[in-house]
């Protein structure tokens, strides 16, 4: 008797369905380049055949899921189709490993995802009821947010609606976390980041504070500068007293984010920037340095073109109060610069900020000057004002070692309509935060995924060829996004401040000010299972914590992909690769070990040349992690520095491996392997505050 039953996991029977693994088996050859529907189709019916043969083994003649996996692996590995039947095992492998983790939570996943992206499922975006147990699976999530961003369509809502859905359901697009986690609730706070101004007042602080706090409860994101504070011991006229200076507001503000992050889905991530012209400037510099203090904020020294000269022809710098507007102190450029670039290196803060270029870059420079970033520095914003970030996955247009631009123009015009419509379905808590928000429409559209894109065209991540495509890549979705922009702007008008902007005399029409941004992507990234922004590889193998002392074996599965298509796979050669995370030391061919190259192995130069080559093609800025090795000098810091000021990036990063006491993930040691901690997003952003 043919087979015609099976039972699920859990214990419920269903009719049999011989295509599922039809369906599965070249899914599997496909990933190693075995697919051939003809063969699928006879090792399926060997195995139906084989199924229906030994059906009185079965628990009343019907096999269980597990039961039909196992003749799977069995048929298969007795075919020519071994690495088809080691994909399988690996899929299968995961699979387990995802279910355990599903069943501890209470997920009910519908569409199939690994370990990683339930487990940052579970925690910040599927939505729970008041006793905290989950009330929705993957596929209501997008499909809410698909409605919410839809419903501001004035017409074609459905249609809308559906093909926001699509680009989500199959990661091609994602948007950044507070859109996930609030569309379509009653929090409705939809943006990633803000900015918010900090004037010279206890009122304006603490108003600052309160409106810092609102939006973190949100899941929103703040950046601020402080220079406008007096500087410590300056005068506080109206009570005779002695300033305390920003840095003593900057740990108020750090402390209410402490005690936001505890009771929210994400913790608080902030941006706090003083000019280098402050008289409190040293202070500012070395108050990260111990390693203890501002952990929720990133810190950036925000420096003019007049810093940066005075620094190559080491000039004396002025120190001005910003109460008085007076110099109060000069100061070799030089030696603030060296200071500057030795705190980078002992901590990996602050970074710099290039003001100067942020402006002159600027599309709405008669609005106002820029002052401050998101607490990336993906986003120079105006006080109040907001951006809305949404990232396109670059593996999913690369098709069999081809970018398929067509595809990729498609994603880029729905985006940017998906982005646009989020300022609009946006709740928005001050009507500051609303009114410079539509009055200008700032949307940040990028990308994730790019260090992989690169492997499946088959261009090494330090090449000049990587320059190349990353730099066409991103001219290209700049310029499909104003086109599409334009196109929004003659059916829904011009953002309002159009004629106070650069757009006015390029252009007609256009609905948003910038449009495009390289954002760090974090958990969105996860959940796409694709490489973080722009950034390379961390790590190609390693053991995660998914759970408290739990930990899961984890490797890149392109790699893994290629490993078994061109026959060097193996458990050992994985475990191997974990020991220090990378290919150094692995038999494994030159070729691959270029493709695979990771973030330590890339030269600091190529690091900075990767973010100017996006940046020359972006709206917004870039938000890219210099990563140096834990042997790097301070010189090493100088030169990239001074290299990301030349080639007009509008800010950078760095981390040295090991300069803070703790990080997300450690390169193995001894006989330790590489492992990581939960929050590590698969990219670069091992040391600082990056929660997006």
């Not at 020519?80 to 009910?108: C, H, P, Q, V, W």
């Not at 709740?427 to 609303?434: H, N, R």
């Not at 495009?516 to 390693?542: H, M, Q």
């Not at 893994?560 to 150094?584: P, V």
Request: proline fraction near 3%; glycine fraction near 8%.
């Amino acid at each position: 008797m043919v087979i015609s039953l099976v039972r699920k996991r859990n214990g419920s029977v269903v009719k049999f369905d011989s295509l599922k693994i039809q369906r599965a088996i070249e899914k599997a050859m496909l990933q190693v380049g075995e697919l051939d529907k003809k063969e699928a189709g006879k090792i399926t019916s060997q195995i139906v055949k084989e199924l229906s043969e030994n059906q009185s083994m079965f628990f009343q003649g019907t096999p269980t899921v597990e039961q039909i996996q196992d003749k799977v692996e069995e048929v298969l590995s007795k075919t020519k189709f071994t690495r088809t039947a080691k994909a399988f095992m690996l899929y299968r492998r995961s699979r387990k490993d995802a279910r355990n983790i599903k069943e501890f939570f209470g997920i009910k996943d519908d569409m199939k995802f690994d370990v990683n992206a339930i487990r940052v499922l579970q925690e910040r975006y599927l939505l729970k009821d008041e006793d905290g147990k989950i009330i929705e699976t993957p596929t209501q999530l997008f499909r809410r947010v698909a409605k919410a961003m839809a419903s501001v369509e004035k017409k074609n809502k459905k249609e809308y609606e559906e093909r926001f859905f699509g680009i989500m359901t199959r990661l091609e697009f994602l948007p950044n976390s507070p859109t996930l986690m609030n569309a379509g609730t009653k929090f409705g706070q939809l943006s990633a980041c803000y900015v918010l101004p900090v004037e010279d007042s206890l009122t304006s602080i603490f108003k600052t504070l309160e409106y810092a706090a609102l939006i973190q409860q949100t899941g929103g994101g703040t950046g601020f500068n402080f220079s406008h504070i007096r500087p410590r011991g300056d005068i506080v006229r109206s009570t005779k007293g002695v300033a305390s200076g920003p840095i003593s507001f900057i740990r108020i503000f750090n402390q209410m984010t402490e005690t936001i992050k505890q009771g929210g889905k994400r913790r608080g991530a902030n941006m706090g920037i003083l000019n280098v012209n402050h008289p409190d400037i040293l202070e500012f510099i070395e108050v990260k340095q111990k390693g203890k203090e501002l952990n929720n904020y990133n810190i950036s020294v925000g420096v003019d073109d007049k810093f940066m000269e005075a620094v190559i022809n080491e000039k004396d710098y002025d120190l001005i109060n910003p109460r008085t507007h007076k110099t109060v102190q000069r100061i070799n450029a030089r030696l603030l610069f060296d200071f500057i670039c030795h705190g980078a290196w002992d901590t990996g803060d602050p970074g710099m900020i290039f003001l100067d270029e942020i402006n002159r870059k600027s599309q709405v420079r008669q609005v106002g000057e820029i002052e401050a970033t998101n607490p990336c520095g993906e986003v120079p914003l105006l006080p109040y004002e907001s951006c809305n970030l949404g990232s396109i996955n670059l593996t999913k247009v690369v098709e069999k070692g081809k970018i398929d631009w067509e595809k990729l123009k498609d994603l880029v015009w729905l985006s940017t309509r998906f982005l646009d419509n989020v300022i609009d379905a946006n709740v928005y808590q001050f009507p500051e935060l609303d009114k410079m928000a539509k009055d200008n429409r700032r949307i940040g559209l990028g990308v994730m995924g790019f260090a992989e894109a690169l492997i499946l065209l088959g261009i090494p991540y330090d090449s000049k060829n990587a320059l190349k495509v990353g730099e066409k890549m991103m001219k290209f979705i700049n310029e499909e996004s104003h086109k599409a922009s334009m196109h929004l702007a003659k059916e829904r008008g011009s953002f309002p401040n159009f004629n106070k902007s650069a757009w006015k005399g390029k252009v007609k029409m256009m609905r948003n000010c910038a449009c495009t941004t390289i954002a760090p992507t974090g958990t969105i990234s996860i959940i796409a299972g694709c490489s973080s922004g722009i950034e390379p590889l961390f790590a190609i193998a390693f053991m995660r914590e998914v759970l408290s002392r739990k930990h899961l074996f984890e490797a890149n599965k392109i790699f893994q992909q290629i490993a078994i298509k061109e026959r060097f796979y193996s458990d050992e050669l994985m475990k191997k690769i974990a020991m220090g995370g990378n290919l150094r030391g692995v038999r494994v061919p030159n070729r691959i070990k270029s493709l695979f190259k990771t973030a330590l192995e890339i030269s600091p130069e190529q690091h900075i040349m990767i973010q100017a080559a996006f940046q020359r093609h972006t709206d917004n800025a870039v938000s890219k992690t210099i990563n140096l090795p834990g042997s790097a000098t301070e010189e090493d810091i100088r030169k990239a520095y001074r290299l990301s000021y030349k080639m007009k990036c509008k800010g950078i990063t760095i981390y040295r491996y090991g300069s803070k006491s703790e990080q997300v993930l450690y390169l193995g040691e001894g006989k330790k392997m590489t492992h990581a901690g939960g929050d590590y997003t698969g990219g670069t952003c091992i040391g600082n505050v990056c929660s997006f």
